[in-house]
Nanobody, 125 residues
Framework: QLQLVESGGGLVQAGGSLRLSCAGS????????MGWFRQAPGKEREFVAS????????TYADSVKGRFTISRENAKNMVYLRMNSLKAEDTAVYYC??????????????????WGQGTQVTVSS
């Protein structure tokens, strides 16, 4: 019912910036809460940021708060993650997820209905 494709990853120096994009192909994109997760080699997939389906309320992991910004553009079926002041520990594969009518459960990956294939972000120092 919904397909997600991430883009925008790459290699960046510490202190630099990247913007990740997630494009949704299904209908009623505006009814989905959206989130970004990341997974580094040998580690569990962890929550990064989310935005609710209704009022666009955003939530961030403590590790990225003040540096990352999640936003959405429903008319284009797009969600973004602007990453500033990148650190080496931000290196990971970043995944976009969607949960229909998602709101207060968006920090838990088990609740998501759909996932993209991920995009690699590598921060060098």
């Amino acid at each position: 019912q919904l397909q997600l494709v991430e883009s925008g990853g790459g290699l960046v120096q510490a202190g630099g910036s990247l913007r990740l994009s997630c494009a949704g192909s299904g209908r009623r994109f505006a009814t989905y809460g959206m989130g970004w997760f990341r997974q580094a080699p040998g580690k569990e997939r962890e929550f990064v940021a989310s935005i609710t389906w209704s009022r666009g309320v955003t939530t961030y992991a403590d590790s990225v708060k003040g540096r990352f910004t999640i936003s959405r553009e429903n008319a284009k079926n797009m969600v973004y993650l602007r990453m500033n002041s990148l650190k080496a520990e931000d290196t990971a594969v970043y995944y976009c997820g969607a949960k229909q009518y998602g709101s207060n459960e968006l920090s838990e990956r088990a609740h998501y209905d759909y996932w993209g294939q991920g995009t690699q972000v590598t921060v060098s120092s």
